[in-house]
């Protein structure tokens, strides 16, 4: 044990008693060694070894004391949220658990590129195994968060497969507490069911990765109505809305007073902070996302009336959410007690910067009459199915990419959730599984329940069930893939690897390279439709698969593609299945992509070593010129 002193004894000067025997470190005062042992440099390794040294150190450094306080906030900042700081904490006991996890989580996201690596792009893949096991773990869920959180925050061109995967289990899990919240919601009373909270918890639920919470929505909605506080200050200063605060529930009744509220609202929303309808771009699901309106101010009918209501509510006047066909209204009563009256209410149309409309003029909007029942309030759970409904057609106008996708199937999950036994729904959902070949053992489970719900299903669910044990069976014993290898023959003509980052020489657009044939093979339908003929070389020479920076992928032949002049990352959502690494020129492909291709990375090094670091290439190897063509799609 280190000490302030040699250890011997001297003499004073004068002759006098010998000066007491020099102090040891833990002679200090507790409040002072703990300073010391927090000292920056020191690790949580460091602590222990000093804590094993003597059961003094041992005494400074126990669970609830500073030192393990320090070491376990130096290094995970970002969970002290869950921690109340009035409340004693064994904090020891927590940086253990949570440095466990950390090792837990993290050899499950490693291994799962091995168990679920494709070729082919599975659109929508769910790695179901991995989620259940991570929540066997029986981990606290922020600590598997925050874990997974640091994978996805380290260096941004490394660990990509690591990232690709971590992110896939944070949107699941994130997901599932998600959807507990929205079950509890629904279980509550409808009139304690704020239809703010619902639409927050769709959008939630759509995008988990993003940071919406019913709070921060809140407090921007708070400002607003402050704003129009301030505009019914100068008209009318002594107005009762001016006396609601966020813990009041005023309710104005005079009916002179709601219209200057209304008045103000319009003035603030729609002139002052510019919200509009978005009739450009009308199907773009951003609009339907209460945080991405209140972003770029501009909606739909619904999540625009979403916010109109919430806001008039704070201000002290009761609108009624209206189901009307293809556009989403407001109702206003006009009569002291609650009308059956359709006549008694005036709409509103949140996407028409509040126009105000008498119930005939409501048709006008839709351009046929329709009965007086489209023009009844709904409830809560009603205006969520709506709005999910809406989010599940945009899915299903799609064209197949991932987003399309994946919008599809949490809006599904979000529907399914509020109307669990909608036949109709549940079976586009197993057929959207079975189609992606993803989740078979859920497909079975939601094939029972149909059968269950609607006997007269039997046929379309006999067809699901009997490929779906096949592709099961299949799983059991997959084929191992065929390495594709550049030496031998039928490869020679094939000038690329997989990693290099490419450029279309007709379309003009960035990609990489993930996977090559020496032929293309796609389907007569498709190389007719893509105009494959009108190439140089037909469907006779090399095809790649690129994964391109818009986040599309793509079958391209040899002679439409050559290397980039300067290499850039690829901003694609499945960079991370294939490839490890971005190197600055080029991208390393991850084990299992090597796997396939062998020989590709040592091709891929030689070709940017001579492109990009002033190496020479032998003549005869240059690629050829491009050759002329009328405009081939591939």
């Not at 945080?291 to 916010?307: A, D, E, F, M």
């Not at 959902?429 to 189609?435: D, G, M, N, T």
């Not at 893939?481 to 031998?488: M, V």
């Not at 991208?587 to 670091?613: C, G, I, K, M, T």
């Amino acid at each position: 044990m280190a000490t302030f002193g040699d250890g011997e004894e001297h003499s004073l000067s004068n002759g006098g008693l010998p000066e007491a025997r020099s102090k040891k470190l833990t002679d200090l005062p507790t409040e002072l060694l703990e300073h010391i042992l927090c000292f920056p440099v020191l690790g949580h390794a460091d602590i222990s070894d000093v804590s094993c040294s003597c059961k003094r150190l041992y005494d400074v450094c126990h669970g609830r004391g500073k030192v393990w306080e320090h070491q376990y906030k130096l290094r995970w900042p970002r969970l002290l949220k869950n921690y109340r700081p009035n409340e004693s904490w064994d904090w020891r006991t927590e940086y253990k658990t949570r440095h466990v996890v950390g090792l837990q989580i993290r050899r499950t996201v490693e291994s799962i590129s091995k168990r679920f690596f494709t070729e082919v792009p599975c659109v929508g893949q769910v790695l179901g195994d991995s989620f259940a096991e991570i929540e066997s773990l029986g981990a606290p869920e922020h600590f598997c968060e925050d874990e997974l959180i640091s994978i996805l925050n380290s260096d941004t061109r490394k660990s990509l497969t690591l990232k690709y995967y971590a992110k896939k289990i944070l949107y699941f899990l994130r997901q599932q507490n998600i959807l507990k919240s929205l079950k509890a919601f629904l279980e509550k009373p409808a009139e304690q069911q704020s239809a703010l909270e619902g639409a927050v918890l769709v959008d939630q639920y759509c995008n988990p990765l993003a940071d919406v919470s019913l709070q921060s929505i809140t407090a921007q909605l708070v400002e607003i109505a402050d704003k129009v506080k301030k505009t019914l200050r100068r008209t009318n200063p002594s107005h009762s809305s001016l006396r609601a605060d966020q813990g009041n529930c005023l309710v104005v009744e005079d009916f002179e007073l709601q219209r200057q509220v209304i008045c103000a609202l319009n003035s603030v929303l729609y002139d002052q902070l510019k919200y509009k309808g978005n009739e450009t771009d009308y199907y773009n699901p951003l609009n339907s996302y209460i945080h991405q309106v209140l972003l770029r101010r501009t909606g739909i009918p619904i999540s625009l009336s979403v916010l109109y209501m919430t806001l008039a509510q704070k201000l002290g006047v009761r609108l009624e959410p209206v189901n009307f066909p293809n556009h989403f209204l407001l109702r206003w009563c006009q009569r002291p007690m609650r009308s059956e009256d359709i006549y008694d209410y005036v709409y509103i149309d949140a996407f028409g910067k509040g126009k105000q409309l008498t119930a005939k003029e409501c048709e006008y909007l839709i351009g046929h009459q329709v009965t007086e029942d489209y023009y009844s309030c709904i409830s809560t759970t009603e205006l969520l199915l709506r709005m999910v409904g809406n989010l599940l057609n945009i899915g299903k106008r799609g064209e197949g990419s991932e987003k399309s996708y994946q919008l599809l199937r949490d809006s599904l999950d979000l529907y399914l959730t509020i109307n669990p036994d909608n036949v109709q729904y549940l079976l586009l959902q197993a057929r959207l599984y079975f189609h992606l070949g993803i989740w078979p053992e859920k497909v079975l489970d939601i094939l029972q329940h149909i059968q269950a719900l609607d006997p007269s299903q039997h046929g379309a669910v006999g067809y699901l069930v009997q490929h779906t044990l096949e592709h099961i069976q299949h799983k059991k014993h997959p084929g191992e893939p065929e390495a594709k290898l550049r030496s031998t023959t039928e490869h020679a003509e094939v000038r690329f690897s997989v990693g290099l980052v490419m450029k279309h020489k007709r379309s003009g657009y960035n990609c990489v390279i993930y996977g090559w044939d020496p032929k293309c093979t796609m389907s007569h339908e498709w190389i007719t439709t893509m105009r494959v003929h009108q190439l140089s070389n037909g469907a006779n020479q090399p095809f790649y698969n690129v994964l391109v920076q818009d986040g599309t992928c793509r079958y391209a032949a040899q002679e439409n593609l050559e290397p980039h002049a300067e290499p850039l990352e690829i901003g694609h959502p499945e960079v991370g299945r294939y490839f490890s690494e971005f190197c600055g020129t080029h991208y390393v492909a991850n084990e299992e992509l090597q796997a396939r291709y062998p020989e590709d990375l040592a091709e891929s090094l030689r070709v940017v070593s001579e492109l990009y670091q002033g190496g020479t290439r032998d003549p005869a190897e240059r690629p050829p010129e491009p050759q002329s063509g009328d405009g081939a799609a591939v």
